[in-house]
């Protein structure tokens, strides 16, 4: 009997793969902090979180330029 041989599943679409993403860490404080989208300029927590972790934690740009934080990748 012959071995088979490479993956028989090559260039097929990974059903798992969908379930391992997970949400980023501003997705995770923003719904810890139960925020909105429009709440999130006015939030005094969100914003120091941001301030905190704006070097190494995604953090949206549009909400960096609006608090006038600038992330070491801007420099």
């Known amino acids: 009997m ?3 041989r490479g993956n028989p599943n ?3 679409p990974d059903i798992y793969s969908a ?3 997970q949400p980023s860490s501003f997705e995770q404080i923003v719904q810890k902090l139960r925020l ?3 709440q999130y300029l006015g ?3 969100l914003k120091e979180w941001a301030r ?3 070097d190494q ?7 960096l330029k609006a608090w006038d934080f600038e992330a070491a990748s801007d420099v």
């Open 57 to 63: 934690k995604y953090v949206p740009s549009d909400l």
């Open 10 to 12: 090559w260039g097929k």
């Open 43 to 45: 939030s005094v927590q």
């Open 2 to 4: 012959k071995k088979k």
């Open 36 to 38: 909105s989208p429009d």
């Open 19 to 21: 379930a391992d993403v």
């Open 52 to 54: 905190k972790n704006k």
